[in-house]
């Protein structure tokens, strides 16, 4: 089946620990985005990436990081760093020229 | 500046009644894409309609349209005959003017529609 799949659906971290959340699709498109969701609230992006090997911030990229070394695959990590990590993560991805974003089931982090 | 303003934060709407959910939005480009987004309790995004600002016809999908007047730079999502199964977040968003390409959304705040039997 064609999609988006992020995994873990739950995650929990330990304080200073590195987490990385994974974000896999097989529909061949060319952009990937990550957005963050705090209860009551809209997405607000993380990161983007338009083509491998290229990503950009966006507007709370702060205590994150992401690699884009295969177009089908953007994992985003959650540093030590990023002091309020708690909320729920939502992988997306569009294909070039396309306007519409599809979005994978999410991953929860939680911290312990 | 905020740039997606959702007014209502919850909604009641009798089953099998339409109703309208309000979103505003400010851009000073003049080409730009308004979405709409359901989102269940389970937490996944489901893309439900799109509107490009070039559009002429308010675009419709199934129950879903979106009532679109560029002039108040308002996109509101009207949902008719509503299902039980309606009840969820939802959410407006546009396409960021300011980029090109693959552009990521801007989301407003969200609005929560409570359909009851």
């Known amino acids: 089946d064609g999609g988006i799949t992020q995994s873990p659906k739950y995650l929990f971290r330990k304080e200073g620990q590195n987490v990385t959340l994974s974000c896999e699709q097989n529909?061949?498109?060319?952009?990937m985005y990550w957005y963050r969701q705090d209860p009551g609230q809209g997405l607000r992006l993380i990161y983007y990436?338009?083509?491998?090997?290229?990503?950009q911030k966006g507007d709370i990229a702060e205590g994150y990081s992401v690699s884009r070394e295969k177009k089908e695959s953007f994992p985003l990590t959650v540093t030590s760093a990023q002091k309020n990590p708690t909320a729920f993560y939502l992988c997306?991805?569009?294909?070039?020229?396309?306007?519409?974003?599809?979005f994978g089931p999410g991953t929860r982090l939680l911290v312990l | 500046a905020q740039k997606i303003t959702q007014t209502q934060p919850g909604m009641f709407v009798q089953e099998k009644e339409a109703v309208t959910l309000d979103c505003t939005y400010d851009?000073?480009?003049?080409?730009?894409?308004l979405f709409w987004y359901k989102q269940p309790s389970s937490g996944e995004m489901i893309f439900l309609i799109y509107?490009?600002?070039?559009?002429?016809q308010n675009a419709t999908e199934g129950r879903y349209s979106l009532n679109f007047q560029k002039a108040r730079k308002s996109a509101n999502l009207v949902i008719s005959a509503s299902q039980l199964g309606d009840s969820a977040m939802y959410f407006c968003a546009m396409r960021d003017p300011w980029n090109s390409g693959n552009t990521p959304l801007v989301f407003g705040k969200g609005t929560r529609l409570s359909v009851i039997a």
């Open positions: 990436s338009q083509i491998v090997n290229d990503f």
């Open positions: 851009t000073s480009d003049p080409s730009y894409g």
């Open positions: 509107q490009g600002s070039y559009d002429q």
């Open positions: 997306a991805s569009k294909t070039y020229g396309g306007e519409t974003q599809y």
């Open positions: 529909l061949n498109h060319d952009a």
